[in-house]
């Protein structure tokens, strides 16, 4: 069975970058669209960014667009978040997701992993 789990959370100041990696084990990434996703507590769980596998098509959410960036290395089957100029509201728990299109609704990705908390700190 497919996995994919996430891990470079951890806690950074206002200001401060982390970079997420979601590695997946079993099937490879290709001619999957991989998504990230959020959620803080007692909000729903929010887009960030996606990408198509090639890495040529993106997507972000307002809130993070000039900030973060999706990226892929094939060769590690691994998707990353790299997150610059962190602000205390982007403190959640990050999900990478795997799906068929590029989209920013949580329904359209069909595998998750269990998540890494990031916590930033004003």
């Known amino acids: 069975q497919v996995q994919l789990v996430e891990s470079g959370g951890g806690l950074v100041q206002a200001g401060g970058s982390l970079r997420l990696s979601c590695v997946a084990s079993?099937?490879?990434?290709?001619?999957?669209?991989m998504g990230w996703f959020r959620q803080a507590p007692s909000k729903e769980r929010a887009f960030v960014a996606a990408?198509?596998?090639?890495?040529?098509?993106?997507l972000y959410s307002d809130s993070v667009k000039g900030r973060f960036t999706i990226s892929r290395d094939n060769a590690k089957n691994t998707v990353y978040l790299q997150m610059n100029s962190l602000k205390p509201e982007d403190t959640a728990v990050y999900y990478c997701?795997?799906?068929?299109?590029?989209?920013?609704?949580?329904?359209?990705?069909?595998?998750w992993g269990p998540g890494t908390q990031v916590t930033v700190s004003s």
């Open positions: 997701a795997r799906g068929f299109n590029l989209g920013q609704v949580a329904n359209e990705y069909n595998l």
């Open positions: 079993g099937r490879t990434f290709s001619n999957y669209a």
């Open positions: 990408s198509n596998w090639s890495g040529r098509s993106t």
